[in-house]
T-cell receptor
Framework: GENVEQHPSTLSVQEGDSAVIKCTYS??????FPWYKQELGKGPQLIID?????GEKKDQRIAVTLNKTAKHFSLHITETQPEDSAVYFC?????????FGAGTQVVVTP | GAVVSQHPSWVICKSGTSVKIECRSL??????MFWYRQFPKQSLMLMAT?????????EQGVEKDKFLINHASLTLSTLTVTSAHPEDSSFYIC?????????????????FGPGTRLTVL
């Protein structure tokens, strides 16, 4: 099956700085990699995704990169704001099912 | 668009009772819905995949007789936790795949509900 590892588990950044979260996956058959933001007591919200035929995707302050050879993908958040504070999960699709990473608690301090 | 709701948002019940959680796709039809469980400070763990009109497929280690899933229509799936015990206390989250957009082989997006907090006393 698919195994997704996510680092770091916690990330503290100053407002305005960048945040980077990295994930690795194990099965080369995975072809869809979404990132979710989860605020306390709420369901996960898709913030960006990337498919295996694309190396990079950007949406305003958020970007995701994918290295299929190395089987890793990363989330980049630039110009962080306090409202970016949340838990972020990466995931990989495997036979139609999402396998989630362990999550990263991001804290943006003013 | 692509809104998924869950009801109730939270529930407290006594040990031994059963609790039903509803998951609805509000503005799209969902051929497939997924049920996840999330313990505090942990990731989402897939419990089962629910397909409209057929039996749910459970992940290894999930008791199908304890977690009953019914996907009676293209917009509603229910999860019933039977004979609930304190260890079943958790955050239950559903997600749904869009029927129309999901026909594309490359389409994999799931839309998540807001979750249901279950506390068993």
């Amino acid at each position: 099956g698919e195994n997704v590892e996510q680092h770091p588990s916690t990330l503290s950044v100053q407002e305005g700085d960048s945040a980077v979260i990295k994930c690795t996956y194990s099965d080369s058959a995975s072809n869809y990699f979404p990132w979710y933001k989860q605020e306390l007591g709420k369901g996960p919200q898709l913030i960006i995704d990337i498919r295996s035929n694309v190396g990079e995707k950007k949406d305003q302050r958020i970007a995701v990169t994918l290295n299929k050879t190395a089987k890793h993908f990363s989330l980049h958040i630039t110009e962080t704001q306090p409202e970016d504070s949340a838990v972020y999960f990466c995931a990989a699709i495997y036979w139609g099912k999402l396998q989630f990473g362990a999550g990263t608690q991001v804290v943006v301090t003013p | 668009g692509a809104v998924v709701s869950q009801h109730p948002s939270w529930v407290i019940c006594k040990s031994g009772t059963s609790v039903k959680i509803e998951c609805r796709s509000l503005d799209f039809q969902a051929t497939t819905m997924f049920w996840y469980r999330q313990f505090p400070k942990q990731s989402l763990m897939l419990m089962a995949t629910s397909n409209e009109g057929s039996k749910a497929t459970y992940e290894q280690g999930v008791e199908k007789d304890k977690f009953l899933i019914n996907h009676a229509s293209l917009t509603l799936s229910t999860l019933t936790v039977t004979s609930a015990h304190p260890e079943d206390s958790s955050f239950y989250i559903c997600s749904a795949r869009d029927l129309v957009r999901g026909r594309a082989a490359t389409y994999n997006e799931q839309f998540f509900g807001p979750g249901t907090r279950l506390t068993v006393l």
